[in-house]
């Protein structure tokens, strides 16, 4: 048939404008909406760590970003031991290590009208007081942070979506129903719309997000003064260059002098107005100018200058880190703003989002309660009001240039700068159980994290740092230290027979977070084949049992020990180099004071790696093991549900 006698259009259905014009039309329409379970506003170190745990963790995610690319120069820079610690459990630190400038000391310098500049002394930055295994800031350029995350997003089938700005958000009126996700894309010509369980406004201070919630404001205080940043590379004969160091000129203000990465340096300049006209937003040259005046009669001169940054100082927390609903949360600067001299808001947000991602992970499979949620901003909220109270009299030492007062209050807030500090207060979460003997005599408390501790890997008499070795894999740890197994022996039969019962609430947790796990996986990933993430699986998706003792491998065998715990044998760990550790300690004993020669001690530690509850018990005791069994039900049964039960 002759294409222009076809049917009752004839010639027109192969015209060139009718078909423009079709074209244009179908460009016209809107595109399907994109369905994820968690929609991240912001690809900064917030969003990308949470979204690089949920993709881990198998949750389907999607992040938008207006930005073309990742953070290319400048921003913030220092990790503190905990984070440290943080990347080294999610297995990403050597690069950070490999690259990034460690800092040990802190150094104070200071000017008069009488004196010239000089030293006032040297401090370690994180004596043996504070228990860590990196006791140092890292500092490290935060775009190389953003890099590690986009690539274990890519090789686990995730990308960012650039160049698509959050619009606005909208909440079905059955709760049951997804949010509705408002985006322009393209230097925001097109609509995009997505459809969400969940939405997080990571998108820093002026959150569009956190401004779109009803009833949520930032509070709080900004000074007066105007602080000057730059990076590049300095050619100087001060001696304390590669040290982080105050230098206070009582004429020209301040300088904190923080070592950097590839030869640089960055300078946080006080721009002092002196009684003059505040000179608004100085520029450039006025700040090198400014720092060449602060640090006379040394000599101060710039090879290259890679970023100029300014700012005000301000301390803000948002009066609510999520909606009524527990379904629009908060996290980083979106919620909470600070002085970056403390080397905490980088620090502070990622483990913002450490919380909050496997909180949501255990939500979005329908196996948590709603009270798990609400705990995310009953704990960061604190823990951004503790940071916003010590960075104000930080921030104002710093300006004003008293080294025996801002050294003394860095000695009383160190545990907190070091993130080890960051405690949790008692929720649902943190408690101690009526069957535990006091546990403050040892350092495994809820709301605090586990101390550092070596052990003897059982399998392969690996030492290992019992706190690391258990990969993130968003699992409960429930550690069982014992002195002998066999003394120990019935205790744990009954114990590991109680809880694989179908009555047992774990076992039910267990099996549904199994047909889960089957349902949606974690996606696999090239490191995989070397990490073995399925060693840490065998009993269950959602909990890792692990046994301590201080017996001998010799007088021991795995075949010695109940099913479950045969089926955990890479995490069986022997109790036997207390000199390999920080404090020469025993784990056992560190983590718990003492512990009598015939109990049993269990310690559950949530998937960010606090302790959650501690429970002591007499072994030779009747029924200790089925009441140890039902401890542990008690304690998950306050947060977690079996998905479709009615969880009121």
């Not at 991240?40 to 990308?48: N, R």
């Not at 995610?61 to 610690?85: C, F, M, N, S, W």
């Not at 909050?356 to 995310?376: H, T």
Request: glycine share 8%; hydrophobic share 40%.
């Amino acid at each position: 048939m002759d294409a222009s006698s076809g049917g009752e259009d004839g010639g027109r259905v192969s015209s060139p404008d009718y078909m423009a014009s079709t074209f244009t039309n179908l460009r016209s329409l809107p595109e399907a909406p994109i369905d994820c379970q968690v929609c991240v506003v912001g690809a900064g170190p917030a969003g990308l760590m949470l979204a690089a745990n949920l993709t881990r963790f198998g949750i389907k995610v999607e992040v938008v970003d207006d930005r073309a690319d990742q953070t290319p120069v400048g921003r913030a820079d220092g990790l503190q031991p905990k984070t440290i610690e943080t990347f080294r459990q999610m297995r990403l630190a050597d690069t950070l290590l490999q690259r990034g400038v460690r800092v040990f000391d802190i150094s104070f310098w200071r000017s008069t009208a009488d004196e010239p500049l000089h030293r006032l002394g040297r401090e370690v930055h994180y004596p043996p007081i504070i228990d860590v295994l990196d006791p140092y800031i890292l500092l490290v350029h935060q775009g190389i942070v953003e890099g590690l995350f986009i690539e274990d997003m890519k090789v686990r089938g995730r990308e960012v979506r650039r160049n698509t700005a959050f619009d606005s958000y909208s909440v079905p009126e059955d709760d049951t129903k997804p949010l509705r996700v408002n985006c322009r894309f393209n230097v925001g010509q097109h609509r995009r719309t997505l459809l969400t369980q969940y939405l997080i406004g990571c998108d820093g201070a002026h959150s569009k997000v956190r401004k779109s919630v009803p009833d949520i404001q930032a509070t709080g205080s900004s000074q007066q003064a105007m602080w000057g940043v730059l990076d590049g590379e300095i050619i100087t004969n001060f001696p304390d260059i590669w040290s982080k160091t105050l230098v206070y000129s009582q004429e020209y203000g301040s300088i904190l002098v923080i070592p950097r990465e590839r030869n640089m340096t960055r300078f946080y300049i006080e721009l002092k107005a002196h009684g003059k006209p505040d000179p608004g937003m100085p520029g450039q040259e006025f700040v090198m100018q400014r720092a060449k005046k602060i640090m006379a009669p040394f000599t101060l001169d710039w090879k290259y200058i890679e970023w100029f940054g300014r700012y005000k100082v301000g301390q803000r927390v948002a009066s609510s880190f999520s909606d009524s609903h527990s379904r629009v949360f908060l996290a980083g600067d979106a919620s909470h703003t600070h002085s970056p001299k403390s080397a905490q808001g980088m620090n502070t947000s990622m483990h913002d989002s450490w919380n909050l991602a496997w909180k949501l992970n255990l939500s979005a499979r329908g196996l948590a309660r709603k009270n798990l949620l609400e705990s995310y901003g009953q704990e960061r909220r604190k823990i951004a009001l503790d940071l916003v109270n010590f960075d104000y009299e930080h921030a104002n030492q710093i300006a004003g240039g008293d080294a025996v007062a801002l050294a003394e209050n860095f000695r009383k807030n160190m545990r907190f700068i070091s993130g080890i500090g960051a405690e949790y207060s008692e929720n649902v979460l943190n408690h101690a159980s009526a069957e535990a003997v006091p546990y403050m005599m040892g350092g495994a408390k809820p709301g605090c994290l586990l101390p550092p501790a070596k052990v003897t890997r059982y399998n392969d008499s690996n030492p290992v740092d019992i706190q690391l070795d258990i990969p993130m894999l968003g699992q409960f740890r429930i550690y069982i230290l014992v002195w002998d197994v066999h003394q120990a022996g019935p205790f744990l039969e009954t114990f590991c027979r109680a809880i694989a019962r179908t009555s047992s609430f774990v076992s039910q947790l267990s099996a549904a977070a199994s047909a889960s796990y089957a349902a949606q996986p974690r996606p696999a990933a090239p490191e995989d084949i070397y990490l073995r993430p399925e060693r840490y699986t065998a009993v269950s998706h959602l909990f890792t049992f692990a046994l301590i003792t201080t017996m001998a491998k010799n007088d021991i065998e795995v075949s010695d020990l109940p099913a479950l715990l045969q089926d955990s044998k890479w995490t069986f760990y022997l109790d036997d180099i207390p000199e390999q550790d920080t404090r020469g300690m025993h784990c056992t004993n560190k983590w718990l004071g003492n512990l009598g020669p015939t109990e049993v001690a269990i310690v559950n530690v949530r998937p960010d790696g606090y302790v959650g509850s501690v429970g002591r018990w007499e072994s030779s005791v009747d029924n200790a093991g089925m009441e140890a069994a039902k401890w542990l039900d008690t304690y998950y049964e306050g947060f977690m549900q079996i998905p479709g039960q009615d969880s009121e």
